[in-house]
């Protein structure tokens, strides 16, 4: 079982639509990263969180220690954020290095 | 304030030659990450370097592959005699010297994507 899982694997939204994602995670963290990956293309940091809730624009990360888990939203989703989104953490055990899930394929239609 | 540079960004090898890959950190920061996504997987560690030294290169298959940082100039990963199960895109990530206090940051480049014909 993969120490990192997100959900779902692929996801296909209409424009406009609320978008969530959502990770678990069976390890003791010291840090939480939320990664888009497009096709073909780099991978940007949306966020990096280890508590509590941060916001970007349209994009809303949030946190919960005790539970293992994190969510990313999106608001008012536009075709622009077709992408695959990546969970990662970096491990207590593990110096700083990222773990990651295997991502989450959005796909926004308009 | 230029990102993280990789390149080569494609890379074409046939099998038995070498590959080099190289990055080159944001400006200032003096730690790199190796990160390896194969096709249809998701990333996976390699190797963390700082300048001359290696922190850790638990990922990193035993043979064939080697990564450095030296003093000056990009840090390089390198992989000998490729194979067609090398064929993936390698991504470097740089981040702060950790007594910045900005522990945990990292900062991701366009990738190599290599190809082994």
């Known amino acids: 079982k993969n120490e990192v899982e997100q959900s779902p694997q692929n996801l296909t939204a209409q424009e406009g639509e609320f978008i969530t994602i959502n990770c678990s995670y069976s390890v003791g963290i010291s840090a939480l990263h939320w990664l888009q990956q497009h096709p073909g293309g780099g991978i940007v940091s949306l966020f990096m969180?280890?508590?509590g809730k941060k916001k970007h624009g349209r994009l809303i990360a949030t946190i919960n220690i005790q539970e293992k888990h994190s969510s990313l939203h999106i608001t008012a989703s536009h075709p622009r954020d077709s992408a695959v989104y990546i969970c990662a953490v970096v491990k207590e055990t593990s110096g700083s290095r990222l773990t990651f899930g295997e991502g989450t394929q959005l796909t926004v239609n308009p | 304030n230029a990102g993280v540079m990789q390149n080569p960004r494609h890379l074409v090898r046939r099998r038995g030659q070498e590959a080099r890959l190289r990055c080159s950190p944001m400006k200032g920061h003096s730690h790199v990450y190796w990160y390896r996504q194969l096709p249809e997987e998701g990333l996976k560690f390699m190797v963390y370097l700082q300048k001359e030294n290696i922190i850790d290169e638990s990922g990193m298959p035993k043979e064939r592959f080697s990564a450095e940082f030296p003093k000056e100039g990009p840090s390089i990963l390198r992989i000998q005699q490729v194979v067609r199960g090398d064929s993936a895109a390698y991504f470097c990530a740089s981040s702060p010297n950790p007594i910045t206090g900005r522990l945990y940051e990292q900062y991701f480049g366009p990738g190599t994507r290599l190809t082994v014909t």
């Open positions: 969180l280890s508590s």
